[in-house]
Structure formats: structure tokens, C-alpha cells
Nanobody
Framework: QVHLVESGGGLVQAGGSLRLSCAAS????????VGWFRQAPGKEREFVTA????????GYADSVKGRFTISKDNAQNTVSLQMNSLKPEDTAVYSC?????????????????WGQGTQVTVSS
């Protein structure tokens, strides 16, 4: 069992940056693929980005390509999401999720463990 905790959310103006972190306890993230998903009020959860268990493969939603970067630090047992050039439409609760020994996956059903989420609000 792995326990995930997100941090780094907050309020930022459009064009600004935030860095989210997903910290794991219970197991090392070195054997887990990790994804970030987000859910805005009244909308369904959507895929943002994910990274394979080895860190060699990543995938991004078209809406965040070129602005967001996912990275994995197995030594620190964390996965980070660097978000630049933020837009009001990026406002959502961002959650990280983990799946054992998997390639990255853009479907929420692929993942075994989820964090509680962190709020990101981008003002115009």
C-alpha cells in the first residue's frame, strides 16, 4: 500500500507558475507509474500528465503540453508537476495517482492509489 499526499497548490495570477508535489509513504515510488489528474467544479476528472515507473516515458494532455512538466525523484520518493503560463481554465483540484510497475496511463481507472488533492486557482 502506498499513501500519496499532494502539496503546492494555491492562488496564482494568470501567466504565473506553481509547482505541485506528490509525496509517497509506505512504498517507494520507484516501482510505480504516477499520474496527475484534475477536476474542476461541475466537470469530470481529466488527465493532465503521467510518468512511467522508470521515469523514461511521459505523456501530457494537449491542453498542458509545453506548459507543464512532470518529473520523478525516486531518491526523495516524490513526483513533481511544474506548471508554467497558468491560465484560468487550469483552475481545479489536482490529484496524483500511482499504479504498480506500469507505463504511464491517461485513464484514471489504471491507477491503484490516489491522493486527496490540492486546489489550484488561477485568477484572470
Amino acid at each position: 500500500q502506498v499513501h500519496l499526499v499532494e502539496s503546492g497548490g494555491g492562488l496564482v495570477q494568470a501567466g504565473g507558475s506553481l509547482r505541485l508535489s506528490c509525496a509517497a509513504s509506505g512504498r517507494t515510488l520507484g516501482t510505480y507509474a504516477v499520474g496527475w489528474f484534475r477536476q474542476a467544479p461541475g466537470k469530470e476528472r481529466e488527465f493532465v500528465t503521467a510518468i512511467s515507473w522508470g521515469g523514461g516515458r511521459t505523456g501530457y494532455a494537449d491542453s498542458v503540453k509545453g506548459r507543464f512538466t512532470i518529473s520523478k525523484d525516486n531518491a526523495q520518493n516524490t513526483v513533481s508537476l511544474q506548471m508554467n503560463s497558468l491560465k484560468p481554465e487550469d483552475t481545479a483540484v489536482y490529484s496524483c495517482a500511482a499504479r504498480v510497475f506500469g507505463d504511464y496511463c491517461s485513464t484514471s481507472g489504471c491507477y491503484d492509489y490516489w491522493g486527496q488533492g490540492t486546489q489550484v486557482t488561477v485568477s484572470s
